[in-house]
């Protein structure tokens, strides 16, 4: 059983920056690859950037290159989405979760049927 809690969302003007963290329990953290995916108002959830289990590998979607920065402390059980140069179109719930599935952790899962467990989500508001 893994949790995961979300917090740093908030209201931000375009070109600003936030840093969202998601900070997970259960000894097992460490071993997982992670993502993060955000949902707008009627639209499907969908992936924004991955980090492998060790941190050493990341995947972000083409809008979010560049702007965004994927990172993880083990230590910590925490792994963060730092988002800069926000615009408005980044605006959703973004949502964390956790691809338990440690047999394949040399690929990324983009979809959200490849994570076992998720957040309840942060909001992030980019105003124009």
């Known amino acids: 059983q893994v949790q995961l809690v979300e917090s740093g969302g908030g209201l931000v003007q375009a070109g600003g920056s936030l840093r969202l963290s998601c900070a997970a329990s259960?000894?097992?953290?460490?071993?997982?690859?992670m993502g993060w995916f955000r949902q707008a108002p009627g639209k499907e959830r969908s992936f924004v950037a991955a980090?492998?289990?060790?941190?050493?590998?990341?995947y972000y979607i083409d809008s979010a290159k560049g702007r965004f920065t994927i990172s993880r402390d083990n230590a910590k059980n925490t792994v963060y989405l730092q988002m800069n140069s926000l615009k408005p179109e980044d605006t959703a719930v973004y949502y964390c979760?956790?691809?338990?599935?440690?047999?394949?952790?040399?690929?990324?899962?983009?979809?959200?049927?490849?994570?076992?467990?998720w957040g309840q989500g942060t909001q992030v508001t980019v105003s124009s």
């Open positions: 979760a956790a691809d338990t599935d440690v047999l394949s952790r040399s690929q990324f899962e983009i979809g959200p049927s490849g994570y076992s467990y």
């Open positions: 980090i492998s289990w060790s941190g050493g590998s990341t």
């Open positions: 259960g000894r097992s953290f460490s071993n997982y690859n």
